[in-house]
């Protein structure tokens, strides 16, 4: 069993910055497929950025902007946000599969494990 807890979510402006931080309790989470994804009000949960094998992945809208990142030895992943949006706007969540690499990273229902999710709010 993982536990996932999503924290520095808030309000920035367009153009700021926001890191999130996802800490992982239960069991290492080293050789886990490790993913963000949002949903925003009315929409629903879209991939974000994946962390898989040795790769990294992101969604068209946030490449050069968002870089995911993670510590193995904190068992924490990282979703740094720059050159923030109004339409980055959502709910923020962690996720983690248990396996190294996944080719269905993007998949909200490959996920096993999930955070309570956080929120992101960007103004124009």
């Known amino acids: 069993q993982v536990q996932l807890v999503e924290s520095g979510g808030g309000l920035a402006q367009a153009g700021g910055s926001l890191r999130l931080s996802c800490a992982a309790s239960?069991?290492?989470?080293?050789?886990?497929?490790m993913g963000w994804f949002r949903q925003a009000p009315g929409k629903e949960r879209e991939f974000v950025a994946a962390?898989?094998?040795?790769?990294?992945y992101y969604t068209e809208s946030v490449k050069g902007r968002f870089t995911i990142s993670r510590d193995n030895a904190k068992n924490t992943l990282y979703l740094e946000m720059n050159s923030l949006k109004p339409e980055d706007t959502a709910v923020y969540y962690c996720?983690?599969?248990?396996?190294?690499?996944?080719?269905?990273?993007?998949?909200?229902?490959?996920?096993?494990?999930w955070g309570q999710g956080i929120q992101v709010t960007v103004s124009s």
């Open positions: 996720a983690a599969r248990n396996i190294y690499y996944s080719d269905s990273y993007y998949r909200p229902n490959e996920y096993r494990y």
């Open positions: 239960g069991r290492s989470f080293s050789g886990y497929t």
């Open positions: 962390w898989t094998g040795s790769s990294t």
